[in-house]
């Protein structure tokens, strides 16, 4: 074993392909994949499983994966203490949260540090697919998501089965958020058959995930007289605010003005769906959060 392989195998996990990694490594593909395959013979079983869609880690390999970034860690602050004489790095937390403003900005889950000051990495996903697989990859050390109520057990089940913990924070029914423009401003509820009369614009994971999808979630996808769906928050309050179009949103009413920057944006309940959104926190049990410190909400409509 050598720390070179070491990195080989960091680069092919992050990118999800030999020939990519060969080039941001600046060797031969070939070269690359016989130092892997050598690798591979000395622990005695594969670590990359090859798909179409590009090669992906066996369940033994995330583990090798995971000591190796400790692995380069380290060595990262040994050079930086002993060799250039300057402070080890900060202590990193590396974090992702789906497009929703709402998961970008739960008061969750870290409320505490025990320590020096701290380096925070955050990447904004438009996929649930993509926080999976950061998170399973180590690319990151947690992640808030947004999930629909008939899809929570699915999703417990698919995260279950990737060894990754799901906590839940808050929930959330979802509304109707109207503009002036709408026929439905001046109600003080609606229904989906009143919804289906009208042009809709929801969030949507652009992989398809209906998990989601509010407007699948409701029924009215299909039968809607319009859809529209988009991954960018400003172009869906905009669009709410200048036009008929009626936006699905699970926001609580008391935190929306934070979420929304258009006053006369109104939200409207769904009087017939018992749909909401759950939002929670993941990580991968494995991973360890060190002094970082996660305190559980007592109550989940305390988190708003």
């Given at each position: 074993?050598?720390?070179?392989?070491?990195?080989?195998?960091?680069?092919?996990?992050?990118?999800?392909?030999?020939?990519?990694?060969?080039?941001?490594?600046?060797?031969?593909?070939?070269?690359?994949?016989?130092?892997?395959?050598?690798?591979?013979?000395?622990?005695?079983?594969?670590?990359?499983?090859?798909?179409?869609?590009?090669?992906?880690?066996?369940?033994?390999?995330?583990?090798?994966?995971?000591?190796?970034?400790?692995?380069?860690?380290?060595?990262?602050?040994?050079?930086?203490?002993?060799?250039?004489g300057e402070s080890p790095a900060r202590p990193t937390l590396r974090t992702a949260s789906l497009y929703c403003?709402?998961?970008?900005?739960?008061?969750?889950?870290?409320?505490?540090?025990?320590?020096?000051?701290?380096?925070?990495?955050?990447?904004?996903?438009?996929?649930?697919?993509?926080?999976?697989?950061?998170?399973?990859?180590?690319?990151?050390?947690?992640?808030?998501?947004?999930?629909?109520?008939?899809?929570?057990?699915?999703?417990?089940?698919?995260?279950?089965?990737?060894?990754?913990?799901?906590?839940?924070?808050?929930?959330?029914?979802?509304?109707?958020?109207?503009?002036?423009?709408?026929?439905?401003?001046?109600?003080?509820?609606?229904?989906?058959?009143?919804?289906?009369?009208?042009?809709?614009?929801?969030?949507?994971?652009?992989?398809?995930?209906?998990?989601?999808?509010?407007?699948?979630?409701?029924?009215?996808?299909?039968?809607?007289?319009?859809?529209?769906?988009?991954?960018?928050?400003?172009?869906?309050?905009?669009?709410?605010?200048?036009?008929?179009?009626?936006?699905?949103?699970?926001?609580?009413?008391?935190?929306?003005?934070?979420?929304?920057?258009?006053?006369?944006?109104?939200?409207?309940?769904?009087?017939?769906?018992?749909?909401?959104?759950?939002?929670?926190?993941?990580?991968?049990?494995?991973?360890?959060?060190?002094?970082?410190?996660?305190?559980?909400?007592?109550?989940?409509?305390?988190?708003?």
């Amino acid at each position: 074993m050598r720390l070179e392989q070491l990195s080989q195998i960091i680069e092919i996990a992050d990118t999800g392909s030999f020939s990519e990694a060969a080039r941001r490594l600046f060797i031969s593909q070939p070269s690359l994949s016989r130092s892997v395959k050598q690798f591979e013979e000395e622990l005695g079983y594969e670590l990359f499983e090859r798909t179409r869609s590009g090669v992906v880690l066996t369940e033994r390999g995330k583990l090798v994966l995971e000591r190796a970034r400790t692995v380069e860690r380290e060595c990262q602050h040994l050079t930086d203490e002993l060799i250039t004489g300057e402070s080890p790095a900060r202590p990193t937390l590396r974090t992702a949260s789906l497009y929703c403003r709402v998961t970008s900005r739960l008061p969750f889950p870290i409320t505490r540090y025990d320590g020096q000051p701290v380096m925070l990495h955050y990447h904004n996903s438009t996929s649930l697919d993509e926080i999976i697989g950061l998170i399973s990859t180590l690319q990151v050390d947690y992640a808030t998501i947004c999930v629909l109520s008939p899809f929570i057990k699915e999703m417990k089940i698919r995260l279950k089965n990737l060894d990754i913990e799901y906590h839940e924070v808050s929930r959330s029914a979802i509304y109707a958020a109207v503009g002036p423009a709408s026929p439905l401003y001046g109600a003080e509820k609606t229904s989906r058959a009143e919804i289906l009369g009208q042009t809709v614009i929801c969030f949507a994971d652009y992989s398809g995930d209906l998990m989601c999808n509010f407007a699948e979630a409701l029924g009215i996808a299909a039968q809607a007289r319009g859809l529209i769906k988009t991954n960018n928050p400003k172009i869906f309050y905009q669009a709410i605010h200048e036009t008929s179009a009626l936006g699905l949103i699970a926001v609580p009413p008391e935190i929306f003005p934070e979420m929304c920057e258009y006053s006369d944006i109104r939200l409207i309940p769904i009087e017939d769906s018992e749909i909401y959104a759950e939002y929670a926190w993941i990580k991968l049990r494995r991973v360890e959060l060190g002094k970082f410190v996660i305190e559980e909400t007592a109550s989940r409509e305390s988190v708003f």
